[in-house]
Nanobody, 126 residues
Framework: QVQLAESGGGLVQPGESLRLSCLGS????????IAWFRQAPGKDREFVAH???????TYADSVKGRFTISRDNAKNMVYLQMKSLKPEDTAIYYC????????????????????WGQGTQVTVSS
């Protein structure tokens, strides 16, 4: 089973950018669908973005046009580039993996993912 580790979180001001990284170990991520989810205090976990093995991407409406998910199979990494950050983007961000094919809708549901990282905190505040 693949292990995942997120990094890159931090405290930024509204309008600034951050890039989160998700490093895989134990297995190559090249055949996995990788997704980013986030959870804000007192709120349910929500889908942010995912990328399939063929680099097809899907985004939540709340981040579309501001966030970009990408992968570098040579480095076994998946990235989440976040621009024009807003206070409502404040949350713990998690990456998750699933090897078998998922429908576009299925890949927005956390229960379909097998492995999760420990999360990285993103705080957007002035």
């Amino acid at each position: 089973q693949v292990q995942l580790a997120e990094s890159g979180g931090g405290l930024v001001q509204p309008g600034e950018s951050l890039r989160l990284s998700c490093l895989g170990s134990g297995r190559s991520l090249s055949e996995y669908t990788i997704a980013w989810f986030r959870q804000a205090p007192g709120k349910d976990r929500e889908f942010v973005a995912h990328i399939t093995w063929s680099t097809t991407t899907t985004y939540a409406d709340s981040v579309k046009g501001r966030f970009t998910i990408s992968r570098d199979n040579a480095k076994n990494m998946v990235y989440l580039q976040m621009k024009s950050l807003k206070p409502e983007d404040t949350a713990i961000y998690y990456c998750a993996s699933h090897k078998a094919p998922l429908t576009t809708y299925g890949a927005t549901m956390g229960r379909n993912f097998d492995s999760w990282g420990q999360g990285t905190q993103v705080t957007v505040s002035s």
